[in-house]
């Protein structure tokens, strides 16, 4: 309330023995006119405002705390403001007024009602620096948009860094081709000395093996082929692994921009469990598939959510052991569609959960940390989400929504495009 209006008050009821009857119906009118503007103010602002008492009860709120934080119009005013805002602390709130510090707190919390947002909260005294407390107002300060602006910098930030690591990724690399040209320079020693051998001394060898009376007297023939092998297998996994931190490092420096179409989702998760049947199969892994009977139209570019799909498959393939279940399921929904996939694996804790699409963390003992960071860009990409949580048989469930629309504004729907599904 400005000072001149404080004033005034001070002075009427200094003197409110000595007012008559119109000077009495004056103050009440001039206090009524007083009310009325801040009613006015404070509905106009966007910010949510509610006024607490000591007790947590709520005195007052403005429209904008009924849009912000879902405040029904009726049944709020002395109820207990923890009531309608679970996720405040109001007991640490008070204490800090009841110290008479007069301070202003401003803090973040996290609401689900009636949307998921992060709301900056500032606090403070209805009485200033004095002991004890008359109440504190809450301004509510809706900061999602804001948020997400700070994660996408951060985002930013992270793709700059991946782009000058690749210069000494490269040189990591050459290590692994270095091993690799090695091994396969001996594969191709042993495979000459092995051909030359059997070549000029083949009518001896074959007697030698008529004549042998027990197994440990047949030449041993077997140890190069045994070399030959494990130099073979070796340069199968360097090349495998290089094959692997290549494409994963293409994708995450250099991403592609998705060729937006209206597909059937399903179509796509159907042919992605098709070229993934047989490791499937050879790990003795069941598949369910629960798509949901109509098309599952997404505007969709197939071939990333393809590799979406691929990436999240594989990951539950290598988390779980023989006659692990792997589910695909998908949902039309209100806008889009849902993919999900589940497994039934050891599962992720709550920490891991967190940070599980940073660039780099990994679970795994050989993983890059970088498939999951790009199934994320790539769902963020198709103005999509995605959300982890655990499975409903232990392991771990992805959860992928794509909207059926491009965001941004739109006309009323007509008929027509309603049913273009």
């Given at each position: ?114 949307e998921d947002r992060f709301v900056e909260v500032v606090a403070a ?156 199969d050879n790990r003795g892994l069941t598949v369910i598939k629960e ?131």
């Amino acid at each position: 309330m400005p000072k001149s209006n404080s004033s005034f008050l001070e002075k009427a009821l200094g003197r409110i023995d000595r007012l008559d009857t119109d000077s009495i119906h004056a103050v009440v009118g001039r206090l009524a006119q007083e009310h009325q503007f801040l009613e006015t103010l404070f509905d106009t602002i966007h910010d949510g405002v509610v006024v607490v008492e000591e007790s947590s009860k709520v005195l007052y709120f403005n429209k904008a705390a009924v849009v912000l934080l879902g405040l029904p119009l009726d049944g709020v005013i002395g109820e207990s403001v923890s009531r309608f805002i679970p996720g405040l602390d109001w007991e640490s709130i008070i204490e800090r007024d009841r110290e008479g510090k007069g301070e202003t707190r401003t803090f973040e919390i996290e609401i689900s009602y009636p949307e998921d947002r992060f709301v900056e909260v500032v606090a403070a005294p209805i009485d200033g620096d004095s002991k004890g407390s008359s109440g504190v107002v809450l301004v509510f300060h809706d900061a999602t948009e804001s948020r997400r602006e700070t994660f996408e910098a951060i985002e930013s930030e992270r793709v700059q860094a991946l782009t000058l690591l690749a210069a000494s990724v490269a040189h990591e690399i050459g290590n692994p081709l270095h091993a690799l040209h090695i091994h396969l320079q001996l594969f191709e020693r042993e495979l000459n000395k092995l051909a030359s051998k059997r070549a000029t001394n083949h009518d001896i060898v074959v007697t030698e093996l008529e004549g042998a009376d027990s197994p440990a007297d047949r030449p041993k023939d077997s140890e190069p082929i045994e070399k030959l092998r494990n130099y073979l297998q070796v340069s199968k996994g360097e090349i495998t692994r290089l094959d692997l931190i290549v494409k994963e490092f293409l994708g995450a420096i250099r991403p592609v921009k998705p060729k937006l179409e209206l597909q059937d989702v399903n179509l796509v998760a159907k042919e992605t469990i098709g070229v993934l049947q047989p490791e499937l199969d050879n790990r003795g892994l069941t598949v369910i598939k629960e798509l949901c009977d109509r098309p599952a139209k997404a505007l969709i570019d197939a071939g990333q959510i393809k590799q979406v799909l691929v990436n999240l498959i594989r990951n539950a393939m290598q988390a779980m052991t023989r006659d692990g279940v792997l589910t695909i399921r998908s949902n039309r929904e209100q806008g889009g569609v849902a993919i999900e996939v589940e497994d039934t694996g050891v599962g992720i804790s709550e920490e891991q959960i967190s940070r599980i699409f940073e660039p780099f963390f990994t679970t795994k003992k050989k993983g890059t940390g970088l498939g999951l960071m790009i199934v994320h860009r790539i769902v963020d990409q198709h103005s999509g989400r995605i959300h982890v949580e655990a499975g409903k048989e232990g392991g771990t469930r992805f959860r992928i929504w794509l909207p059926r629309e491009p965001r941004g504004p739109r006309l009323l729907a007509t008929s027509e495009s309603q049913n273009h599904d």
